[in-house]
T-cell receptor, first 111, second 114 residues
Framework: DAKTTQPTSMDCAEGRAANLPCNHS???????VYWYRQIHSQGPQYIIH???NNETNEMASLIITEDRKSSTLILPHATLRDTAVYYC????????????FGGGTRLMVKP | DVKVTQSSRYLVKRTGEKVFLECVQD?????MFWYRQDPGLGLRLIYF???????EKGDIPEGYSVSREKKERFSLILESASTNQTSMYLC?????????????FGSGTRLTVV
């Protein structure tokens, strides 16, 4: 699986959009970009995933660059409950491909 | 609501005890996983199973074993608990290939070995 690089931490004001970047320059053609988050003392929670098109669901939007070497997770109106560690993971869709969690980005949403 | 349920939220065990951590999923997922999470080390894969009675070692299997007798249940066993196994243990499940949402995680079991 391709390695990802994320900033260690970020702050965001409550009500504003939180934009979390992720670099995955060695991504291969069949690998998807997944985003998970982990709120303190809970298990990781799936947010969104995509291959090459931008994706949106009720939680967030995922913007993937045309060359697929980076992506941005957007939380459009961050709330205090969005404070968490956000993990960007690149993974193939084949059986046996494990999720490998890196350090993630610690997002602090402030009042 | 689909879910992965871990039997205990908090456990305290003594050194040398045999410890069972249970995980049940109700999504008919083929794959099940056990991770441990420690500060500064992130999530590390202990064991996984892609079918009943099948198991594969992850990155840190030493000191652990697993059992999967039924599709919905995956147990992690600490044969003789040691203090360095004090950690947060997370169970997850997925379809083969991880279609869709990928993994679904349980809430975790925080194990303290004294």
């Amino acid at each position: 699986d391709a390695k990802t690089t994320q900033p260690t931490s970020m702050d965001c004001a409550e009500g504003r959009a939180a934009n979390l970047p992720c670099n995955h320059s060695t991504i291969s053609g069949n690998e998807y970009v997944y985003w998970y988050r982990q709120i303190h003392s809970q298990g990781p929670q799936y947010i969104i995933h995509g291959l090459k098109n931008n994706e949106t669901n009720e939680m967030a939007s995922l913007i993937i660059t045309e060359d697929r070497k980076s992506s941005t997770l957007i939380l459009p109106h961050a709330t205090l409950r969005d404070t968490a560690v956000y993990y960007c993971i690149v993974r193939g869709y084949n059986a046996g491909n494990m999720l490998t969690f890196g350090g993630g980005t610690r997002l602090m949403v402030k009042p | 609501d689909v879910k992965v349920t871990q039997s205990s939220r908090y456990l305290v065990k003594r050194t040398g005890e045999k410890v069972f951590l249970e995980c049940v999923q109700d999504m008919d997922h083929e794959n099940m996983f056990w991770y441990r999470q420690d500060p500064g080390l992130g999530l590390r894969l202990i064991y996984f199973s892609y079918d009943v009675k099948m198991k594969e070692k992850g990155d840190i299997p030493e000191g652990y074993s697993v059992s999967r007798e039924k599709k919905e249940r995956f147990s992690l066993i600490l044969e003789s608990a040691s203090t360095n196994q004090t950690s947060m243990y997370l169970c997850a499940s997925s379809f083969v290939g991880g279609q869709g949402a990928g993994y679904t995680f349980g809430s975790g079991t925080r194990l303290t070995v004294v």
